[in-house]
Every structure is written in C-alpha cells, then in structure tokens.
C-alpha cells in the first residue's frame, strides 16, 4: 500500500494547472460546446468573446441542470430555448434534445471565479470549497484564459 504524501505548501496554481485551455466562444451554439467538452474530455470550458477574454464558464453539469429543469417545469419553454421532444421507435425511449441554435450564452455562468497562476494551491482549495465549484480559470494580464484547475488537480499526483 502506498501513501500519498501532500502537496507542498509552496506550489502554485501554476504547477498543477491543465495548460492546454480549451474555449468556447460565448456566440457558439450549445451543441457544438457540448461536442467540445466531450471530444477534449473535459467537465468545464471557459468562455470567451471575440477578443479572448473569458466572459464566462460552461460545465457538463450546467448543461444538464438546464435539461432536467426544463422537463421538471412541465416541458415548458422557461429558459427562453427551442426544445423538441421525439421518440425512438427502435429503442422505444423518449429524447429530449436542445434547439442546436441555442447560445452558449444562455447556458454559461457569468460569474466565473478566477485565479491567479501564481496563488498558492491552498487559496484554490479553499476558493473551490467555498464557492462550492470544481473549476477555476487561470487569466493572464489581458484576462484571457491560459488555465484551469480542477478540484482533481489539487489531489496528489503520482
């Protein structure tokens, strides 16, 4: 049996960061974001304007949150999205499916919690903990994306 050991308390964001951010842009439609999280296998993507700079994120989980809302509110239109509903006849279940014209910025949050590459990994936990969030964006001078960590990257690596 092998112990991890913990991080230390000097490492920064920067050191276990994912470096290889992969964005969306906030016009994009919310099929196409949904195809990017899964082809990239990511849980979070920052979202960006024409410029580069992050005016947002977008989770899987965001994604499903507006799905399982939406059914839950009587199949109603609430969030201003096209929806159809269609049945399979050879696997005999029923599809709901998001209008693939809607926005990415309709799904995104807004409110992004950020983090600099150079804070101390402890003020990422505890930012993540608090917010209660996976996921904070690592921005550079210009507030364009250049990271990401998750709540996985705090654990001890091999």
């Not at 989770?59 to 509903?85: K, Y």
């Not at 049945?87 to 599809?95: D, L």
Request: proline share 4%.
């Amino acid at each position: 049996m092998t112990v991890e050991t913990p991080r230390q308390s000097n490492e920064t964001v920067a050191s276990i960061m994912s470096k290889n951010v992969v964005t969306c842009q906030s016009s994009q439609n919310i099929i196409d974001a949904a195809r990017i999280l899964v082809e990239n296998r990511v849980g979070a993507l920052p979202i960006v304007d024409e410029m580069g700079v992050c005016v947002g994120i977008l989770t899987a989980t965001d994604i499903v949150r507006f799905e399982v809302e939406r059914q839950a509110n009587d199949e109603s239109n609430n969030f201003g999205l096209e929806a159809t509903l269609s049945k399979s006849t050879e696997e005999s279940s029923w599809q709901i499916g998001i209008e693939p014209l809607a926005r990415v910025s309709r799904f995104m949050n807004s409110a992004v919690q950020t983090i600099d590459a150079n804070s101390p990994i402890s003020l990422a936990a505890r930012m993540m903990r608090q917010e209660k969030i996976h996921h904070l964006v690592v921005l550079d001078q210009q507030r364009r994306p250049v990271g990401v960590v998750s709540s996985l990257d705090l654990l001890p690596g091999p």
